[in-house]
């Protein structure tokens, strides 16, 4: 594996924590606990695997500019932003939400998690988005 294969690697890890999140999400509707916290804890697991290759990435090759033109340029540049500003917010708040669940402090992670829930769903969807517009579509 190559740094310049990196990019398409993220979108696979952030493509991947979605469906586990949306896995999750089903299976405590479900009341299935159990596999409920194995998907998360594997979302929780794959979205640090991102990270790290995110952060690799970005140190060896710096960033790349989005090459639209027009209204494709601001449908980038307003997803990109709201994705990182989600992407920061959501680090604590998964972390927080994840220890509340393991120190089966179930009321106190419902509350947050109908929080981090929707905006670390938005992260990983806009992930794959952001990916494909970057470096597939042009």
């Known amino acids: 594996m190559e740094i310049s294969d990196l990019p398409a690697l993220n979108a696979t890890l952030n493509g991947t924590a979605g469906a586990f999140l949306a896995a999750g999400y089903v ?13 998360m804890l594997a979302a929780l697991a794959t979205s640090a695997l991102f990270l790290i290759s995110y952060l690799v990435y970005h140190a060896n090759a710096g960033s790349r500019p989005f090459p639209g033109q027009g209204a494709i340029r601001l449908v980038y540049f307003g997803l990109l932003f709201t994705h990182v500003v989600l992407a920061a917010v959501i680090l604590p708040l998964a972390l927080t939400t994840a220890a509340r ?38």
Request: overall charge positive; some cysteine.
């Open 27 to 39: 299976l405590i509707r479900r009341g299935r606990i159990g596999p409920h916290k194995r998907c």
């Open 101 to 138: 669940g393991l120190r089966a402090q179930y009321d106190r992670h419902v509350r947050i998690a109908r929080w981090t829930w929707p905006l670390w769903i938005y992260v990983s969807i806009t992930g794959v988005v952001i990916y494909l517009m970057l470096y597939r579509l042009y």
